[in-house]
Protein backbone atom coordinates (compact mmCIF):
# COMPACT_ATOMS: atom_id res chain seq x y z
CA UNK A 1 0.00 0.00 0.00
CA UNK A 2 1.33 3.75 -0.84
CA UNK A 3 1.02 5.97 1.82
CA UNK A 4 0.78 9.55 0.15
CA UNK A 5 2.49 11.11 2.67
CA UNK A 6 5.72 9.55 1.77
CA UNK A 7 4.70 9.48 -1.49
CA UNK A 8 6.46 12.89 -3.93
CA UNK A 9 3.45 12.44 -6.30
CA UNK A 10 0.98 14.56 -4.46
CA UNK A 11 2.90 17.36 -3.46
CA UNK A 12 4.35 17.15 -7.64
CA UNK A 13 0.92 17.71 -8.70
CA UNK A 14 0.10 20.16 -5.68
CA UNK A 15 3.61 22.43 -7.44
CA UNK A 16 2.10 22.15 -10.67
CA UNK A 17 -1.54 23.47 -10.33
CA UNK A 18 0.09 26.22 -7.55
CA UNK A 19 2.49 27.63 -10.99
CA UNK A 20 -0.36 26.98 -13.27
CA UNK A 21 -2.59 29.13 -11.11
CA UNK A 22 0.18 31.98 -11.07
CA UNK A 23 1.38 32.09 -14.39
CA UNK A 24 -2.65 31.88 -15.77
CA UNK A 25 -3.55 34.65 -12.97
CA UNK A 26 -0.53 36.89 -14.29
CA UNK A 27 -1.93 36.57 -18.20
CA UNK A 28 -4.98 37.77 -16.93
CA UNK A 29 -3.55 40.92 -15.21
CA UNK A 30 -1.74 41.52 -18.37
CA UNK A 31 -4.64 41.36 -20.63
CA UNK A 32 -6.43 44.57 -19.45
CA UNK A 33 -7.20 47.40 -22.31
CA UNK A 34 -4.62 50.41 -22.22
CA UNK A 35 -6.56 53.20 -21.12
CA UNK A 36 -7.38 55.54 -24.08
CA UNK A 37 -6.11 58.72 -24.44
CA UNK A 38 -8.78 61.54 -23.57
CA UNK A 39 -6.50 64.23 -22.96
CA UNK A 40 -7.55 67.62 -24.86
CA UNK A 41 -10.16 69.82 -25.56
CA UNK A 42 -13.97 68.53 -26.00
CA UNK A 43 -17.48 70.60 -27.71
CA UNK A 44 -20.01 68.65 -25.63
CA UNK A 45 -23.83 68.84 -25.31
CA UNK A 46 -26.46 67.34 -22.63
CA UNK A 47 -30.15 67.93 -22.52
CA UNK A 48 -30.46 71.75 -23.59
CA UNK A 49 -26.68 72.49 -22.75
CA UNK A 50 -23.31 72.73 -24.29
CA UNK A 51 -20.01 73.28 -22.77
CA UNK A 52 -16.09 72.71 -23.77
CA UNK A 53 -14.83 70.93 -21.41
CA UNK A 54 -10.77 70.35 -21.23
CA UNK A 55 -9.70 66.95 -20.01
CA UNK A 56 -6.46 66.18 -18.32
CA UNK A 57 -5.08 63.00 -18.38
CA UNK A 58 -2.31 61.32 -15.96
CA UNK A 59 -2.12 57.61 -16.65
CA UNK A 60 -5.82 56.04 -15.85
CA UNK A 61 -6.53 59.53 -13.57
CA UNK A 62 -8.48 62.18 -15.87
CA UNK A 63 -9.09 65.90 -14.11
CA UNK A 64 -11.05 68.64 -15.95
CA UNK A 65 -13.06 72.88 -16.70
CA UNK A 66 -16.02 72.97 -18.77
CA UNK A 67 -17.84 76.23 -19.30
CA UNK A 68 -20.78 76.72 -21.48
CA UNK A 69 -24.39 76.77 -20.30
CA UNK A 70 -22.67 75.78 -17.25
CA UNK A 71 -19.28 75.97 -15.70
CA UNK A 72 -17.51 73.22 -13.21
CA UNK A 73 -15.17 70.60 -13.00
CA UNK A 74 -14.89 66.90 -13.62
CA UNK A 75 -12.92 64.07 -11.67
CA UNK A 76 -12.61 60.20 -12.76
CA UNK A 77 -10.99 57.06 -13.96
CA UNK A 78 -10.45 55.65 -17.26
CA UNK A 79 -10.80 52.19 -17.60
CA UNK A 80 -10.17 50.51 -21.60
CA UNK A 81 -12.26 53.74 -22.95
CA UNK A 82 -14.38 53.88 -20.42
CA UNK A 83 -14.12 57.53 -17.91
CA UNK A 84 -16.42 56.78 -14.73
CA UNK A 85 -16.45 59.78 -12.85
CA UNK A 86 -18.11 62.78 -10.77
CA UNK A 87 -19.02 66.74 -11.54
CA UNK A 88 -19.15 69.30 -9.72
CA UNK A 89 -20.96 72.39 -10.55
CA UNK A 90 -19.98 76.42 -10.10
CA UNK A 91 -23.42 76.31 -8.11
CA UNK A 92 -22.14 73.25 -5.87
CA UNK A 93 -24.74 70.74 -7.95
CA UNK A 94 -23.21 67.68 -8.00
CA UNK A 95 -23.29 64.21 -9.73
CA UNK A 96 -21.76 61.36 -11.31
CA UNK A 97 -21.28 60.12 -15.21
CA UNK A 98 -19.91 57.52 -17.53
CA UNK A 99 -18.64 58.12 -20.88
CA UNK A 100 -17.54 55.70 -23.36
CA UNK A 101 -15.19 56.85 -26.19
CA UNK A 102 -15.07 55.86 -30.09
CA UNK A 103 -12.10 53.15 -31.00
CA UNK A 104 -10.83 56.26 -33.04
CA UNK A 105 -10.64 58.82 -30.23
CA UNK A 106 -12.34 61.54 -32.01
CA UNK A 107 -15.63 61.20 -29.45
CA UNK A 108 -17.85 59.92 -26.64
CA UNK A 109 -21.32 59.04 -25.70
CA UNK A 110 -22.37 58.37 -22.48
CA UNK A 111 -24.65 59.69 -19.11
CA UNK A 112 -24.16 62.06 -16.63
CA UNK A 113 -26.86 62.08 -13.49
CA UNK A 114 -27.80 64.13 -10.22
CA UNK A 115 -26.07 63.50 -6.83
CA UNK A 116 -25.16 59.48 -6.66
CA UNK A 117 -26.98 58.85 -10.18
CA UNK A 118 -24.86 58.30 -13.47
CA UNK A 119 -27.73 57.96 -15.42
CA UNK A 120 -30.63 60.09 -14.62
CA UNK A 121 -29.34 63.51 -16.09
CA UNK A 122 -29.44 61.99 -19.55
CA UNK A 123 -27.32 61.53 -22.04
CA UNK A 124 -23.55 63.35 -22.89
CA UNK A 125 -22.00 63.43 -25.98
CA UNK A 126 -18.66 64.85 -26.97
CA UNK A 127 -16.23 65.16 -30.52
CA UNK A 128 -12.66 66.33 -30.06
CA UNK A 129 -12.10 69.47 -30.79
Known sequence: MIRWRQH?????VLSLLASMLMVAG??????APPAAKVDGAWETTWG?????????QKGTAVTGIYSGTNDGRVKGTIAGNVLTGSWLGAANDSGGFVLKFSADGKSFTGTWGMGASKTDGGPWEGKRK
Open 48 to 56: GGQAMLDLR
Open 26 to 31: AAHAQS
Open 8 to 12: PFPTA
